[in-house]
């Protein structure tokens, strides 16, 4: 299973664009790279996801280096309603299932 | 609105007094599962179906029993629960990954039992 680090914790100043970075050296060539986040201890709500190219929706931006050992997730107006603990996974498929490993992620706090 | 649904949200029970906490989803997926989350171990997987009739275990099974006998529903059974139960439960559920494995999971708003 391919593995991720990110920060503990970070600061965002309300509307200023927060950068949550994650490390996956180990990542094979056939994983996504997915982002939830955890607000509050309600369920973990999914963000995005990509392989190898940049992704965006309404909610975010996935920058993933091209050699996909790292990637970042953009959220380019952060508001506090955006202060959550945010997961950076590598999806793992084991025998058709689908399992997604979480680690501690990163604890982002949106400042007024 | 498409979602999943945890009953109850909270409990508080006793050691040995069998329990279950239901979890359905309205979006028609296969594959539904559940979770634990305790400080400082993040969320763990108990249990997972791929379809109807269709379970296995997940990294911390033990203590746990789970039926899939309608595609909509996914219960987790706590038949003699113990204190070291204690925990905030998620179910989720998905679409079975095919080639692209790119399909997101849904998650419940979560169940906090407390077992005494």
């Known amino acids: 299973d391919a593995k991720t680090t990110q920060p503990t914790s970070m600061d965002c100043a309300e509307g200023r664009a927060a950068n949550l970075p994650c490390n996956h050296s180990?990542?094979?060539?056939?994983?996504?790279v997915y982002w939830y986040r955890q607000i509050h201890s309600q369920g973990p709500q999914y963000i995005i996801h990509?392989?190898?190219n940049n992704e965006t929706n309404e909610m975010a931006s996935l920058i993933i280096t091209e050699d996909r050992k790292s990637s970042t997730l953009i959220l380019p107006h952060a508001t506090l309603r955006d202060t959550a603990v945010y997961y950076c996974?590598?999806?793992?498929?084991?025998?058709?299932?689908?399992?997604?490993?979480f680690g501690q992620g990163t604890r982002l706090t949106i400042n007024p | 609105e498409a979602q999943v649904t945890q009953n109850p949200r909270y409990l508080i029970t006793v050691t040995g007094k069998k329990l279950t906490v239901t979890c359905s989803q309205n979006?028609?997926?296969?594959?539904m599962s559940w979770y634990r989350q305790d400080p400082g171990l993040g969320l763990r997987q108990i249990y997972y179906?791929?379809?109807?009739?269709?379970?296995d275990k997940g990294d911390v099974p033990e203590g746990y029993k789970v039926s899939r006998k309608e595609k909509r529903n996914f219960p987790l059974i706590l038949e003699s629960p113990s204190p070291n139960q204690t925990s905030l439960y998620f179910c989720?559920?998905?679409?079975?990954?095919?080639?692209?494995?790119?399909?997101?999971?849904?998650f419940g708003p979560g169940t906090r039992l407390t077992v005494l």
């Open positions: 989720a559920s998905s679409f079975v990954a095919r080639r692209r494995f790119d399909n997101e999971q849904f």
């Open positions: 990509g392989l190898k």
């Open positions: 180990t990542i094979s060539g056939n994983e996504y």
């Open positions: 979006m028609n997926h296969e594959y």
């Open positions: 996974i590598v999806r793992v498929v084991i025998q058709g299932a689908q399992k997604l490993v």
């Open positions: 179906s791929m379809n109807v009739e269709v379970t």
